[in-house]
């Protein structure tokens, strides 16, 4: 089992680890969706592992418009160290 490099570092600032709060679940998510993709990259016409992905994708996003919505400075944290999201260009 691989370990992840982003557990300690929401672990830290929790002092212990809450699989219930949105940054655990955003992570956590956020591993099953690179491990789907990688899978994907080697079976394209895996289309039950589609879904779920898309399934998984809805779930983090729903999660991330929720902690947007409590809590900014917390949304740009983690998106920040997950790198999930490209800056938006200002105009």
Do not use: C
């Not at 570092?9 to 219930?20: F, H, M, T």
């Not at 949105?22 to 990688?38: A, G, P």
């Not at 944290?77 to 200002?90: A, M, V, Y």
């Amino acid at each position: 089992m691989v370990k992840n490099p982003f557990i300690p570092v929401i672990s830290q600032e929790k002092k212990e680890e809450n699989p219930g709060s949105v940054e655990f679940q955003v992570l956590n998510f956020t591993i099953k969706i690179r491990q789907l993709t990688s899978h994907l990259e080697l079976h394209k016409k895996d289309y039950l592992s589609q879904r779920g992905l898309q399934k998984i994708l809805g779930k983090r996003q729903r999660l991330l418009s929720y902690l947007s919505k409590k809590n900014e400075i917390r949304y740009k944290k983690l998106i920040n160290e997950l790198g999930i999201r490209r800056r938006s260009q200002t105009r």
